[in-house]
């Protein structure tokens, strides 16, 4: 093969290479990261409807379903002033006669009954 035609040879392989680049269907990767949002944002209702069922079962007998105390001494937690931690810490320690439930619910559920609190209000 002489110079000219091994130029050659790397020019046309050089214009294949370039040619699958260019192939690669850019919208291959917004469509994933659609998906992955939807994903996220899937997890998160499926989260916050466990967290909902959670809060009935582990809360409303005080608290009362929608938050409007059902018990003598358990707050409204509708009108709660308590912010974020106080309220997780609360929920993890126990006050009163409220039970603590740091040995028996995960931390991401703490924090998640924590949140529900705001859609009480
Ligand atoms: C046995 C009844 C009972 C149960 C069950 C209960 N609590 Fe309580 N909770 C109380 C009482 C009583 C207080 C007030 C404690 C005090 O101030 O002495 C309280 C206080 C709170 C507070 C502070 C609110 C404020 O404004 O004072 C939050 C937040 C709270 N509870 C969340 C929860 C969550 C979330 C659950 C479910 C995991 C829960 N509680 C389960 C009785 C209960």
Do not use: W
């Not at 469509?31 to 499926?46: F, Y």
């Not at 105390?69 to 912010?83: D, F, G």
């Not at 309220?87 to 924090?111: C, E, H, N, S």
């Amino acid at each position: 093969m002489n110079v000219a035609s091994r130029f050659h040879v790397f020019l046309t392989s050089c214009l294949a290479v370039f040619m699958v680049l260019s192939c690669e269907n850019p919208n291959i990767k917004t469509e994933i990261g659609r998906e992955n949002q939807l994903e996220t944002e899937q997890n998160a209702q499926i989260n916050l409807e466990g967290i909902a069922l959670m809060y009935k079962y582990k809360c409303a007998i005080c608290h009362g379903e929608n938050g409007v105390s059902v018990m003598k001494n358990a707050p409204n937690l509708v009108t709660t002033e308590y912010n974020m931690e106080e309220r997780v810490a609360i929920i993890m320690y126990g006050k009163g006669t409220m039970p603590p439930q740091k040995d028996v619910l995960d931390m991401p559920t703490i924090r998640g009954l924590a949140m529900y609190i705001d859609s009480l209000k």
